[in-house]
């Protein structure tokens, strides 16, 4: 039985409120509360997708009344939308500062550069969404590396993975840096997984973490664009979710199926997790809640944060190819 313990630090040292809110203006307010602590979520709709988030603080961090270390936002755009899932990494002791400043820096920056992106007729949307990925992911590393130099804090305390996924017009753009996984489904019923994360040969073994040397190379080689026309869904995952559903790519499927459809016979859960939200997430009166709910899923061994962001284009109901 885990008991759930509220943390007797504050999420940001009270000395170091002012510089966090000039390097990423509002993030405090999602954060350091009580009612904020067990988990957030949000939901959007811009250009025929609906998005949503949800992040959920791990058992094992509960109990010992430490705080969420994942973060994860989502902002729309003129033209589309961008979305970032964060990880914060176990060792660094305030990654939870550094997940929250890299999805609030790598989300504003896109949605500012694509808006002021020339219109569809100058510039091909692919190319402005590539060029706005590198850019942004350089925000990223400028903004951890100044708050470091604000608050006197090591650069390597605040060390976290960085998931991202952006809409511009009729493209999709891809960063990743760090484990978790980011999943493709396309509307003919296939799952695939772009990009390769930085995971090491054993679980929790990661190979880069923002902001350390060379993670921002990786981070910009990471860049993948792709036509939106033939996807359904994109999926950041954090790795308390990728771990549990390892591997991702083989179970994404089932995965997926469970948040449309909820579990029975037919759309039964995988890879050994034992559900607790047992009903559709997707199609929920409120799917926020139903998907901070599903996030509460058991397997043993796995006490993780656990964030997860569905990217859906809406009326897409996405069947895996073999039961098509």
């Given at each position: 039985?885990w008991?759930?313990?509220?943390?007797?630090v504050?999420?940001c040292?009270d000395?170091?409120?002012?510089?966090?809110?000039?390097?990423?203006?509002?993030?405090?307010?999602?954060?350091?509360?009580?009612?904020?602590?067990?988990?957030?979520?949000t939901?959007?709709?811009?250009?025929?997708?609906?998005?949503?988030?949800?992040s959920?603080?791990?058992?094992?961090?509960?109990?010992?009344?430490?705080?969420?270390?994942?973060?994860?936002?989502?902002?729309?755009c003129?033209?589309?939308?961008?979305?970032?899932v964060?990880d914060?990494?176990?060792?660094a002791?305030?990654?939870?500062?550094?997940?929250a400043?890299?999805?609030h820096a790598?989300?504003?920056a896109?949605?500012?550069?694509?808006?002021a992106?020339p219109?569809r007729?100058?510039?091909?949307?692919?190319?402005?969404l590539?060029?706005?990925?590198?850019?942004?992911?350089?925000?990223v590393?400028?903004?951890?590396?100044?708050?470091?130099?604000r608050?006197?804090?090591?650069?390597?305390?605040?060390?976290?993975?960085?998931?991202?996924?952006?809409?511009?017009?009729?493209?999709?753009?891809?960063?990743?840096?760090g484990?978790?996984g980011?999943?493709?489904?396309h509307?003919?019923g296939?799952?695939s997984?772009?990009?390769?994360?930085?995971?090491?040969e054993?679980?929790?073994?990661?190979?880069?973490?923002?902001?350390?040397a060379?993670?921002?190379?990786?981070?910009?080689?990471?860049?993948?664009?792709?036509?939106?026309?033939?996807?359904?869904?994109?999926l950041?995952?954090s790795?308390?979710?990728?771990?549990p559903?390892?591997?991702l790519?083989?179970?994404a499927?089932?995965?997926?199926?469970q948040?449309?459809?909820?579990?029975?016979?037919e759309?039964?859960?995988a890879?050994g997790?034992?559900?607790?939200?047992?009903?559709?997430v997707?199609?929920?009166p409120?799917?926020?809640?139903?998907?901070?709910?599903?996030l509460?899923?058991?397997?043993?061994?796995?006490n993780?944060?656990?964030?997860l962001?569905?990217a859906?284009r809406?009326?897409?109901?996405?069947?895996?190819?073999?039961?098509?």
């Open positions: 039985m008991t759930v313990v509220t943390p007797s504050p999420w040292p000395e170091w409120r002012e510089h966090l809110e000039a390097i990423a203006p509002g993030v405090t307010n999602g954060h350091g509360a009580p009612e904020h602590e067990e988990s957030v979520g939901q959007a709709r811009r250009s025929d997708w609906d998005l949503l988030l949800a959920r603080r791990g058992r094992l961090h509960a109990h010992r009344g430490e705080h969420r270390e994942d973060a994860g936002t989502v902002l729309l003129e033209h589309g939308w961008c979305a970032a964060a914060g990494a176990g060792s002791p305030y990654s939870r500062l550094g997940a400043i890299a999805v790598v989300t504003h896109l949605r500012d550069l694509l808006q992106a219109p007729g100058g510039a091909v949307p692919a190319t402005a590539h060029t706005a990925l590198l850019t942004a992911a350089s925000n590393q400028q903004a951890m590396q100044a708050f470091a130099d608050t006197g804090c090591a650069p390597r305390a605040l060390r976290t993975t960085l998931l991202v996924a952006a809409l511009h017009h009729d493209a999709i753009g891809l960063l990743q840096v484990d978790g980011i999943i493709w489904l509307d003919d296939r799952t997984q772009p990009m390769q994360g930085d995971a090491g054993f679980s929790g073994e990661v190979a880069h973490f923002l902001p350390d060379g993670a921002l190379a990786r981070l910009q080689q990471s860049v993948l664009v792709q036509p939106a026309a033939g996807c359904a869904a994109v950041l995952a790795d308390g979710v990728e771990d559903w390892y591997p790519p083989r179970h499927a089932a995965l997926y199926q948040l449309q459809h909820g579990v029975s016979s759309h039964a859960t890879a997790v034992s559900p607790a939200h047992t009903t559709t997707l199609n929920a409120d799917p926020v809640r139903a998907l901070v709910e599903w509460s899923f058991e397997k043993r061994g796995e993780d944060d656990r964030t962001c569905v859906r809406v009326g897409s109901v996405w069947a895996p190819l073999a039961a098509a």
